[in-house]
């Protein structure tokens, strides 16, 4: 009993360290992204960051990585959809798994909602709990369905970070968006789908990244 107490204690030290690192390197990098977080953003960042840790070891969120990794990879480079967000923006995040990019901009701007499309069922029930321990499910909907599922109003913009079979699955993307601004994370075989398509965009090079953009492709106004 002794031992399991010990490695319970071991267990919770770990993630302290773990968040305590996770916000240094927030705060450290975040400059380098042209953001500035206040202090309680940066703690429910923290707060998530825990959950995913948590999680991890049976959904496989996220890949394995050290808490700065994390911070620049998935929180700092989730937060570049915010300049793109007008005010009062509702999106829709199309396979959400960990709840990357949306969970991040939703802690950073309150007049944010979301609709969080995951057709994983273990996951879909992980963001249910999770928006609900972090204190934003007022401002989310979690729907546990195949994207071309989903009744595709109610929202202005899609992004899109980590879908399975991401350029095979981008026309279905694209004509379900209906005129959608899309915001859509990937690399340049990401850009070369979006010309196969004829679809007119615009990029942003991740800042500490050499080959993860940010594509932008404007909302259509027949939409």
């Not at 975040?30 to 206040?38: K, R, S, T, V």
């Not at 396979?95 to 950073?108: D, N, V």
């Amino acid at each position: 009993m002794l031992e399991r107490n010990d490695g319970a204690v071991a267990a919770s030290r770990t993630l302290i360290e773990m968040r305590n690192d996770l916000a240094n390197a927030i705060k450290a990098n975040q400059q380098a992204f042209n953001i500035e977080l206040a202090d309680d953003v940066i703690e429910k960042l923290a707060d998530f960051f825990a959950i995913i840790q948590e999680n991890n070891p049976l959904l496989h969120l996220v890949a394995p990585m050290t808490a700065e990794e994390f911070a620049v990879r998935h929180i700092l480079e989730s937060l570049t959809l915010l300049e793109h967000l007008p005010q009062g923006t509702r999106f829709a995040d199309v396979g959400a798994g960990a709840g990357l990019p949306s969970i991040p901009c939703l802690f950073a701007r309150a007049d944010l909602s979301a609709v969080l499309i995951e057709s994983k069922v273990k996951k879909a029930e992980y963001l249910r709990e999770a928006v609900k321990v972090l204190g934003i499910s007022e401002r989310v909907k979690i729907e546990g369905h195949q994207f071309e599922e989903v009744r595709s109003s109610g929202f202005s913009v899609v992004t899109c970070r980590a879908l399975d079979r991401f350029t095979e699955k981008l026309p279905k993307l694209a004509k379900w968006s209906k005129g959608c601004g899309l915001l859509l994370f990937g690399g340049p075989t990401l850009a070369e789908a979006l010309e196969r398509q004829k679809i007119q965009f615009s990029d942003k090079l991740m800042p500490m990244s050499e080959r993860r953009y940010l594509y932008i492709v404007k909302a259509r106004s027949s939409r």
